[in-house]
Each structure stands twice: as C-alpha cells, then as structure tokens.
C-alpha cells in the first residue's frame, strides 16, 4: 500500500539538485569560502517571500512577488557589508528556488496526467488482490465478485457519459414516503484494488447494481465506465 | 567546578524526565467505588438525590462507562476518563441516556454508549452510518456521489444499557470517504460549502418484528447533560421515519 505520488517526489528532488549545483556554481567562483550550514541557512530564509496563490487544476500556484527573507537577511547583515556580498548570492538563489519549485508545480500536472490518465480505469484499477463486495447500501444483495469475471470485465470497460442529476432524480423524485424503499444505482464499493504505482491517487470504485458498471470516485473527479461482463459470481447471476 | 554544575544539572532533569513520563503513562490500579462516583456527580448535578448504578463498564484501562437510574426513574449515564494529573475525572453526565458516540483518544476507538427504559415492544435498537446521496455538475463533470447506509442491530436482551465499539467496516468507510471521495479537494470554495458532507451516524429502536419504532420519552424536560472535558464527542440524532431508507 504505497500511494506515494511518484511524479511530485522525483519532481521536488529534481528541484533541490538544481538548486544545489547552482549553489555550488556560486560557491566556486566566490574566493572567500562560506561554510555549508551557513549556506544552507542563507537559501532557507532567501526561500521565504510574500507571494500571492492562484488557483490551477485543482491546487493552488505559489507566485512569490516580495522576497521578504532577503530583505530581513540585508537589514540583519547591514553594518557587515563585506559578508553580506558574499552572502547575498545565496539569499538570492533561495528566493529564485521560489520560481524553480514553481516551474515545476505547473510541469507536474501534465506530466502526471501523461503517466497516469485520469480518464482510464487501469489508473485507479492497475492491481486487484482479491476483490472483496461491500455491501453499502440495505438494497444491495449478498453476493460475491469473481475475480476472473471481474478481470475480463475491466479488461474491456468502455468509458461512458453518466447523468449524475438523472440518476439522482430517479431515486430522490418521489413525496418522502415511509418507509422509504429505494434501490441505490450503485449499492456496492470494490475493496481490494491498488491504483497505478506511483501515482498516489486515492479512489473509491462502486459497483453498480447490475454488476456491469462501476463508477470510480476520486477527489479529482469521478469517471463511469460498462462492460459487457457482469462480474459478480456465477450463480449471482439471475 | 564546571563539570559538577553540569552533572547536576542533568541529573536533575532526568529524574524530572522520569517523573514526568512515568506520571504521564501511569494506568489507573481501580475505578472508584461507588460512593465515590456519586459524590463526584454530585458536583457537577448538584440536585442528584437517590441513584442506582446499574453497572461499571470498563471499556479499556483509561475509561470507563457507568449507566444509572435516577430517583425519578429516568435513565442515564456518565463516562469517566482517567486524567494523568487529575486522576478519574468525570467525563460525561447525563440525566437521560439517548445514544452518544464517544471517541476515545483516537479516531479510530469510538463507542457507541447507551442507556435506555426497557420497554415491552422494544427488542433492541439499531445504529446507522449514512452518507447521504447527492449530485451536482460542477463545470461540466458530473459528480453523483451513492448513498451509503450501514447498520448494526444491538439486541437489548434484559438489559437497556450497552457500549458498541463503532465496527471496524465503518471506520474503513469513513475514512475512504474523508480521504478519497469526489468533491472534496478541488473545490475552490470547499471549505465555504461542502456537497460532501462527511458521515452522519443515527440510530432508531427496533420491535420484536423487526420494525423501526419509537416510545414516548425518556427525554423528559428537565433533563441535564454535563459535558466536561475536551475529547470529542458526537451527539447522535434518532433518525425520523424517512431518513432510514430500506431496499426491497
């Protein structure tokens, strides 16, 4: 159970090996010497700046507009002005890193997607150990999923348009009678199922009443798809 | 001089160091005694005059239930929670027992506590987890979110007191449905209004058939809860007529 997003963590790791060679572009061409934690600490309060957020594809964008840790570093190192020449490169490279991380936030999203559809099931479905049903719903039935029918069923799904206010109307229209009988579209979740490694995407996929259909639900949208296999056991089967 | 200062100085904070944890993780030798417990009642209800303790139920080493019956024959209950400073303190009171879910320490240890009058027609009572259906577009994405209703069926049998530790299906559930489901992130205004809005949990007393039913009170009108420290913890509504749905 690993939902590590593989592309973010290679991404971030990317960012600190720019920034450290850059770094050490700096260190070699300065002919004092600045010690390591010193440097270190110089990048980390360069880092720290105002910056305004946008929205963007479900995240939010960090621009950095004032480099606040810069100026507080000048102010603190004001009376030095010799170290603070040689400081100030560092400081300055910690407030750039800003940008760097922020080229790579707007990279991830499309590559991510490239790797990891969002619009295909084998993304959310990529391993299944063992399908288990649970039964979410008092009008779903007792029944088991096979896990071979269930293969050949999500071997060949067909993503499908779905009238989510359609299907919510179907069961919500009538006069609240009591008791209330409704059969749920989709009384079933799948348990069991490992999405694509590394790409850190969590998903609830309900099964429909039918056996046929099955809606997958992340917090980044949700995607229905019918195959012409039911993939409950056998004998369930009416 | 210098070193003897220092060696000093570290002993003193490990021995405090020790102290300190081994008062922290201390686990309680016994609960009270009775007559301790109703004095300590007394404080917080201060009009408890006659009250019969009907049991002390441990639920793990660091709390403990306690259904009564008060002098006016109404049903109720009290939690205590062993406090590493203050030793037992009361946690709850409550002069009648409708369902309450108590979460102790973490998420995941919740427990359904419980005092109710026996009645003739009342076989147990029934828990549900819901989540209610809903459906909306948001740009042109279609969300439809099913409903999820779980139950669980405590039979009463001579007894209307009880705990139930939340099953642990429903706090898979629950947290699949706070950790993955649609409509949760990638609203902008999320936090201003949310379509998903988390798991309710409810409950409904069952008859000998196996119908849903209800009886007049216990809920009289001068009832008195007392909620004292900061664990949280969830009231939990009986569910009306239509809000249990049924299949066919």
Redesign the interface.
Known sequence: VVDVDVVEWSLTLLVWIIVALLAWRIYKKQEESVKAWKIVLLMVAGLFSFSVNF?ND?GMIRLAVLPLGVMILSFVFRKKKESWSVYRKYAWLGFFANYIFLATSLLSSPIHSAIYPADQADTYIAEVNEPAL?I??????VKAINEQNFEKAISKLVKT?????D??YE??KFE????????????Y?IDGIEPKWGSGI???V?LEKDGKGI?I??????YYFRSEHVMFEEGDVE | MKRIYLSVGIILIVVFLTIFFRQYFSVPSKFLTEEQLIKEMKKVYPELDGLEIQNIVQLDERHVFVPFILENGSYGMASWTWEPWKKWEIHMFDSEGSPQLWTVGKESERYFIWNMPLDEQVAGINFYLIRD?????SGN???????????HHVAFGGQGYGVLKMPD?WVT?AT??S????????E?FSSMFSHNDLVQYGWRLVDHTGQ?TYIEGNTNNNSFGYFGSSDYDQMILPLH??E?????
Do not use: C, M
């Not at chain 2, 259906?133 to 577009?137: L, S, T």
């Open positions: 929205p479900g649970r979410i719903h008092p009008s779903g039935e348009d779905f009238p989510s206010l299907w919510y069961v919500e609240p009678t009591e008791p209330k009988y409704v059969v749920e579209k989709f009384p979740v969590r998903s609830i309900y809606l639900s992340s917090p980044k949208g949700q | 259906r809903n459906a909306w577009i994405i279609p969300i439809y979110l099913p409903r999820i209703q779980l139950e299906e559930v699949w449905l950790e993955n489901e649609a409509g949760r992130t990638d902008l849903l007529e239509g249990v749905e049924f299949g066919k």
